[in-house]
């Protein structure tokens, strides 16, 4: 465990949720989810709490009630007896439509391409309710939704379209041949994720249908088929995909949502008059099972561990609590829409000394250890390809995990976009012995490097106590459920694991690339706090020895003709600077302004073969910009000095060579 930067990542995690409940005193059924210890019984009479910061060891003589010794708590303060410790059952999900006196509904807006997948799927299983108008417009099959549209309008390779009582734009990939006002054509989901368009329904679909994209901040077509305010049941299937792409916003509610998966008629979906899709979970507040009498200093003690430890029962009335939505394409702008990345919402530069001081530290503790990503990755891939991994179901797990890690960082192609989103958007994660002891439903780069570390840490404790071997590779077999596709881990695969993992450090190599993604989101945090909106990241791309680091630094800032002015609401240029490694062509710094739809490019190569190479792409360039509905004013490159990193290095690190 030393391997893992515990202590830091709870100091950035306690650090984020205190800015995040900045104002907020009130006590939700997700604030106590905060406020959880495990409870264990020792000799003597004494209870032991364990919390995500720490341990705390309390006498039990004044216990009232029953507590089960490895059972997780909520705890809160009496609000009438502060020196009474109050032990309820953790947060539970209530079925769907029923309600309790001591129960929370929770609303959850759901981003706007999670939310086409699951209608798709509610659709093809006859769960979502079709608006009378429609249903005689409407084909659904297999996951795929078709539905006849009429042309309002036609310019250039925009489309207008009217969809009931509503208008739907589209962005063809070329001016159509032949199409008219008034005339019907077939709008198509995919169960790719895509729209497609069909000029001609009766022609065949392979002879007259192109991929349409549609603006970001137009409601989905989906949306417009479904009978408003109307509660849509879950299935099993819309579960699933609600678990493996779950985006940063429905972090907070993984506890609960894994819940689903046993029964899932305990969640349901809302389309509202405004096309909005919500998640509605219906919650029990816990129910109290014990108490103990503290002392004052066991008290400030427990709060010392538990900083939002509430000092109140939870309120016995139900009532409705709309959680921060996160940025998706519902009702925002192209530029809006990547606002997370770089500012989120909750985090408020009025944040005490304390969580400076937290971020501080992590900060100087991440960047002392800080290695190349890429050179990281490449160790660990080296690890996983060792010959000693042949027992065929491990290697199976193994293979899967590997493929998860490089099919979530960028490769060139047009998937880029959504991987690079969701890697840069991924939360910082608490590393403690619950999460990493715990099946993790997190998908992606990181999901993938949490998984292996827990595979890592249950073949190194195999290694050091065979005796336990078969029981911690059916536990982990367990864990692995999810991301495995059904193959288990046998005891043998794990001991054959573990000589890898200690050949390669693969321990110290994941920690090492999770240490990466938690400093950059903490030096984005402390940006916040400083008033500047900037984030930093830097990750590895590319195969093999070919791999190699690419830096982003995006910054946020009035336009040039504004800045001056002291009321600028939120009109906002977006800067990228990008620094890249061409293989054997060098270093490219590549610098971008985006202000509305106006894009200004400037690229600085580090010789004349690069240069040439960067000015023959650029009308290639030009024109994929255009296709997106961006234009570019300015671009040009030149010969110029490629610095070394992109990043503010604020603390003094010092390195000696031997």
Request: with cysteine; net charge positive; hydrophobic share 35%.
């Amino acid at each position: 465990m030393s391997d893992i930067l515990l202590s830091s990542q709870r100091q950035l995690t306690l650090a984020l949720k205190q800015l995040q409940s900045a104002g907020n005193a009130a006590t939700t059924g997700l604030q106590q989810q905060a406020s959880q210890a495990m409870v264990q019984h020792l000799s003597g009479n004494q209870l032991l709490l364990q919390t995500q910061k720490g341990e705390l060891q309390l006498p039990g003589r004044t216990i009232r009630g029953q507590l089960s010794a490895g059972q997780i708590y909520t705890l809160t303060l009496d609000n009438k007896d502060t020196g009474k410790l109050i032990f309820s059952t953790p947060p539970g999900l209530l079925q769907s439509g029923r309600s309790d006196v001591n129960s929370t509904t929770i609303s959850q807006l759901i981003p706007k391409a999670l939310a086409e997948v699951i209608l798709a799927q509610s659709l093809s299983e006859s769960l979502a309710p079709v608006t009378d108008k429609l249903k005689q417009s409407v084909n659904v099959e297999h996951n795929t939704v078709a539905l006849s549209a009429k042309v309002i309008a036609a310019q250039g390779t925009r489309l207008t379209l009217q969809l009931a009582n509503t208008q739907i734009d589209v962005q063809l990939p070329r001016p159509p041949l032949e199409l008219s006002k008034g005339q019907i054509v077939q709008l198509r989901y995919q169960n790719t994720g895509e729209w497609a368009l069909t000029m001609e329904p009766k022609a065949p679909a392979s002879q007259n249908t192109v991929k349409v994209t549609m603006p970001a901040n137009q409601v989905s077509p989906l949306t417009v088929l479904i009978a408003k305010d109307k509660t849509i049941p879950l299935s099993q299937s819309s579960v699933e995909n609600l678990l493996q792409k779950a985006p940063p916003s429905l972090q907070p509610l993984l506890p609960l949502l894994n819940q689903l998966r046993t029964m899932p008629d305990a969640g349901a979906l809302n389309v509202t008059h405004s096309g909005k899709v919500n998640l509605l979970l219906t919650m029990t507040n816990g129910t109290e099972k014990a108490s103990i009498s503290l002392s004052d200093t066991q008290r400030q003690s427990l709060q010392q561990l538990l900083p939002t430890l509430a000092g109140q029962k939870p309120t016995p009335n139900s009532q409705v609590i709309t959680s921060q939505p996160a940025i998706s394409g519902q009702n925002l702008s192209v530029a809006q829409q990547n606002a997370d990345l770089v500012s989120p919402q909750l985090l408020k530069p009025s944040a005490d000394s304390t969580t400076n001081q937290s971020l501080q530290l992590l900060l100087r503790r991440t960047l002392a250890i800080q290695e190349s990503p890429a050179l990281n990755m490449s160790k660990v891939e080296q690890a996983l390809k060792d010959s000693v991994i042949n027992q065929p179901d491990t290697a199976k797990v193994v293979q899967q995990l590997t493929q998860q890690l490089n099919q979530s960082l960028p490769k060139g192609t047009e998937q880029d976009a959504v991987q690079l989103r969701a890697l840069l958007s991924q939360p910082a994660m608490a590393l403690t012995p619950l999460s990493l002891t715990t099946s993790t439903s997190q998908q992606g780069f990181i999901g993938g490097l949490v998984t292996l570390l827990q595979l890592s840490l249950a073949a190194r404790q195999a290694r050091n106590q065979p005796a336990q071997g078969e029981r911690l590779a059916e536990r982990i077999s367990g864990m692995l459920e999810t991301v495995s596709g059904g193959n288990r881990v046998s005891p043998r695969g794990l001991a054959d694991f573990a000589q890898a993992e200690q050949r390669h450090q693969l321990i110290r190599n994941l920690n090492l690339l999770l240490a990466s993604h938690t400093g950059h989101k903490a030096s984005s945090a402390e940006s916040q706090l400083q008033g500047q909106d900037s984030f930093y990241y830097s990750l590895p791309v590319g195969q093999d020895s070919n791999r190699k680091d690419i830096e982003l630094l995006i910054r946020r800032e009035p336009p040039p003709d504004k800045k001056n002015q002291q009321q600028h609401g939120g009109d906002k240029q977006w800067n990228l600077t990008m620094k890249m490694d061409i293989g054997e062509l060098g270093g490219l710094l590549a610098k971008a302004r985006l202000y509305d739809t106006q894009l200004e490019l400037d690229f600085y190569a580090a010789n004349d073969k690069l240069k040439d190479k960067v000015i023959a792409f650029l009308p290639h360039l030009k024109k994929r910009f255009e296709a997106l509905g961006i234009d570019i004013n300015h671009s040009q490159c030149q010969l110029g000095k490629i610095p070394q990193h992109l990043q503010q290095r604020p603390y003094q690190v010092f390195e000696t060579q031997a």
